[in-house]
């Protein structure tokens, strides 16, 4: 029986994430959600999922004494961040002036801004909220069988810059462009919420379910 642990760390939109994960496994399959290192340090495959903000999201991680368990999980097992499980897997974030992150990626988080204006020149509302196109800016085993430009649903109003194109799979456009996706080896995260983007994020869980933690640039 494999095993697929969400991390319960006492943020995120965790009950979702675990019902649509049990929506798409096999009888050979079975989701946990825990907060106990060892189980997650034992699972075949973890999702990180998260909500709220990135200062308050370490506190937490590591209130729960799990900040080196998810550095091992991310480094050794197929790993699936979502939302603020993408944002704080890279150096820093803006948010509370500043906020350390677990620094397994190069990258900081940035604000959206108060500005925020179409092509047009209409306001934009900050947080980024609903649905939006995800370009896929290169191949990707989780990927498989989505549409490109499909559309996932957002919240956020801090977004991803990373000065490493390699990273990204996914890009997204709201005033401005941004990293929505990111891989690299057995690790896939992104922005949006597959748990919440209907047919397109069903597929994204399924990809993730079946996946063998290989990104299809890196395979030898």
């Given amino acids: 029986m494999q ?4 991390i319960d760390y006492g943020m ?19 989701v946990i959600l825990t907060s106990s ?9 973890v999702v ?14 590591d209130e729960h004494e799990l900040r080196e368990t998810i550095v091992e999980a991310a480094r050794n097992k197929p790993f699936l961040g979502i939302c603020m499980g993408l944002q704080v897997l890279v150096e820093t974030s803006e948010e509370n002036n500043g906020t350390e992150c677990l620094g397994l990626f190069p990258g900081a988080v940035r604000y959206f ?21 995800v370009a896929q800016t290169r191949p990707h085993p989780l990927w498989q069988d989505i ?16 000065e490493s194109p ?19 080896d057995n690790v896939f995260a992104l922005q949006c919420h597959p748990e919440k ?18 990104d299809s640039d890196t395979r030898d």
């Avoid at 999922?49 to 506190?59: H, L």
């Avoid at 801004?113 to 196109?133: E, F």
Wanted: hydrophobic share 35%.
């Fill in 3 to 6: 095993t697929i642990a969400v």
């Fill in 12 to 30: 995120g939109n965790l009950r979702s994430v675990t019902k649509a994960l049990e929506h798409v496994i096999d009888k050979n399959q079975k």
């Fill in 37 to 45: 290192q060892q189980q997650v340090a034992a699972a075949d495959k």
């Fill in 48 to 61: 990180f999922p998260g909500q709220g903000a990135a200062r308050d999201c370490m506190r937490a991680i």
């Fill in 113 to 133: 801004g108060d500005d925020m204006t179409d092509a047009d020149g209409n306001r934009l509302k900050v947080p980024h909220m609903g649905w939006n196109q």
């Fill in 147 to 162: 549409e490109n430009h499909s559309r996932f649903y957002f919240v956020h109003s801090y977004y991803l810059e990373t």
């Fill in 166 to 184: 390699q990273l990204e799979v996914g890009h997204c456009e709201y005033g401005k462009g941004f990293t929505c996706a990111i891989a690299r």
């Fill in 197 to 214: 983007s209907a047919d397109a994020g069903l597929q994204l869980l399924t990809n993730f379910v079946q996946w063998d933690g290989y």
